[in-house]
């Protein structure tokens, strides 16, 4: 039973892992029945593979040069002192990100773009805090979901109540395998979803 716990732990930490975040979140839009639905297949492929190579595929794919190189030890990053270059290189490729975004000839992505924005300050903060503690980089990932999906059905109007308890329960379970693991402890995961929650909702609420 506890190798099936820490095993489950593992695939849910997987399939959430923070930087899926913007891409989940174009999912839910493009899926949404709301504006982005509408948008035309090629303009909607052209910021799937934008968003998916830029805050994902790259800042992921840099990780085996610098295991190669020894700055780091493994993919999981338990070490704070080894969080630091990886979320660097993750905050650049996050405005690259933002940067293309927001040159797009696309009157309809300003909640995309400030959501990509509000994911790079997460990154930064993120960064700040690891310098002195070790917060959940998991729980600010989804913390910063769910107050993206919540901020879009105020805005947009979007019926999202079921979606809202979804992601909700996926935060909890995400928190939990994270404790399962004993990669962090109470404090960091209750700190990490707040900070992901409050400081996405905040910079949409800013920006849009």
Known sequence: MGKANILVSKIISFLFHPLLMPTYALIIMFNSNTHFSFMPFEAQRLIYILV????????????????????????????????????SITAVSYYFSYYILSRLPVSTLGFIQTMILGSLVLIILSLIITLKWKISAHLIG???????????????????????????????????ARLNLQVHSPAQVYFGFLTGFIGMFSILYIGL
């Not at 040069?65 to 270059?85: G, M, V």
């Not at 913390?143 to 909700?168: E, K, P, R």
């Open 142 to 176: 989804i913390g910063g979901l769910l107050a993206s999906m919540f901020f879009y059905a105020i805005y947009f109007g979007a019926n999202f109540i079921f979606l809202l308890i979804g992601v909700s329960l996926i935060s909890g379970a995400v928190g939990y």
């Open 52 to 87: 998916f190579s830029t805050t994902f595929l790259i800042p992921v794919g840099i990780i085996p040069f610098l295991i190669n190189l020894r700055i780091i030890s493994n993919f999981s990053l338990e070490k704070s002192n080894e969080r630091i270059i990886p979320l």
